[in-house]
């Protein structure tokens, strides 16, 4: 079965501070996907990345960066100079590829971190 | 604007009632799903549909119903059986295509049992 563990509970940073967001993931599955979404206090969920299983590339997105190791099974979130707006709550996510219409695309979510940026 | 639009977004439900909330997408994705987040839980699923006329139980699927008739739509019934309904209720959708895409999100509504 799959599993996503963020160990991280809550975070606080002052503003302008980096913070890395850990991820760490579990899967039998040799193609899978990984996403990372934000939750703001609204309440919707925003995506902000998607990976695949066979690209571990690190990517840069502005202040955002993400950082895929397959060794340790890992899909970890850097944000740099944080801003006030960045405090929500954060979300890694797994799903597994499965076959069509297997039903295997539905997400599994770790519980989430907390980041709040103190201004 | 294409997007999500779940209604409404706070419910108030007395005990031993059926509440139905709504999911309407116009995103013509065919794969629709229903999460519940509680504090500290993270997000868990509880149904999820892949076609219409046709839905699979999640996670968690006990004391709730829903139904897909329309493409666009996938409401949730929450029934006097589920024992603890008052969280926070997530609809998504998604295509159901084999690279991964990512599913998009409803603004939620919360449900309080009173």
């Known amino acids: 079965a799959q599993k996503v563990t963020q160990a991280q509970t809550e975070i606080s940073v002052v503003e302008k501070e980096d913070v890395t967001l850990d991820c760490v993931y579990e899967?039998?599955?040799?193609?899978?996907?990984l996403f990372w979404y934000k939750q703001p206090p609204s309440g919707e969920l925003v995506f902000l990345i998607r990976?695949?299983?066979?690209?571990?590339q690190n990517e840069i997105s502005g202040r955002y960066s993400w950082n895929f190791q397959k060794s340790t099974s890992s899909f970890n979130f850097t944000i740099t100079a944080s801003q006030v707006v960045d405090s929500a709550v954060y979300f890694c996510?797994?799903?597994?590829?499965?076959?069509?219409?297997?039903?295997?695309?539905?997400?599994?979510f770790g519980k989430g971190t907390k980041l709040s940026v103190i201004p | 604007d294409g997007g999500i639009t779940q209604s409404p977004k706070y419910l108030f439900r007395k005990e031993g009632q059926n509440v139905t909330l709504s999911c309407e997408q116009n995103?013509?994705?065919?794969?629709m799903y229903w999460y519940r987040q509680d504090p500290g839980q993270g997000l868990r699923l509880i149904y999820y549909s892949q076609i219409v006329n046709d839905f699979q139980k999640g996670d968690i699927a006990e004391g709730y119903s829903v139904s897909r008739e329309k493409k666009e739509s996938f409401p949730l019934t929450v029934t006097s059986a589920q024992k603890n309904p008052t969280a926070f209720y997530l609809c998504a959708s998604s295509i159901p295509a084999g690279d991964g895409t990512e599913a998009f999100f409803g603004q939620g509504t919360r449900l309080t049992v009173v």
């Open positions: 996510a797994l799903s597994e590829a499965g076959s069509p219409g297997a039903g295997s695309y539905q997400l599994t």
């Open positions: 899967t039998r599955d040799t193609t899978y996907y």
């Open positions: 990976r695949n299983s066979f690209d571990e």
């Open positions: 995103l013509n994705h065919d794969a």
